[in-house]
């Protein structure tokens, strides 16, 4: 089992970055794949992107190519999102998630993860 907690999230401009963190507690944390979803209001909560157990595979949301850059720290427990180029329609609630179900690829449906953090506040005023 893995607790995750979020931090980072805020209030920024448009074309501003952010920086989110993930910090998880428990013993098999490079067992399980990591993802960042959102939820942005009124609307479902959707993926934005993945990362491999290893690290070596990262799978993107189209909304967020190029702009957004997943990346994990097995030693350090935690995984990051680094958010450029911020828009207002990043506007969300973002979760992080980890999931054991599927090893050979990220996968990107809310019901292949187990775990999930609280949620941290993202905000983009244009």
């Known amino acids: 089992q893995v607790q995750l907690v979020e931090s980072g999230g805020g209030l920024v401009q448009a074309g501003d970055s952010l920086r989110l963190s993930c910090a998880a507690s428990?013993?098999?944390?490079?067992?399980?794949?990591l993802a960042w979803f959102r939820q942005p209001p009124g609307k479902e909560r959707e993926f934005v992107v993945g990362?491999?157990?290893?690290?070596?595979?990262?799978y993107y949301a189209d909304s967020v190519k190029g702009r957004f850059t997943i990346s994990r720290d097995n030693a350090k427990m935690t995984v990051y999102l680094q958010m450029n180029s911020l828009k207002p329609e990043d506007t969300a609630v973002y979760y992080c998630?980890?999931?054991?179900?599927?090893?050979?690829?990220?996968?990107?449906?809310?019901?292949?993860?187990?775990?999930w953090g609280q949620g941290t506040q993202v905000t983009v005023s244009s």
């Open positions: 428990g013993r098999t944390f490079s067992s399980y794949t």
């Open positions: 990362i491999s157990r290893s690290g070596g595979s990262t």
């Open positions: 998630a980890a999931g054991s179900r599927v090893s050979n690829y990220v996968p990107s449906p809310v019901a292949d993860y187990d775990y």
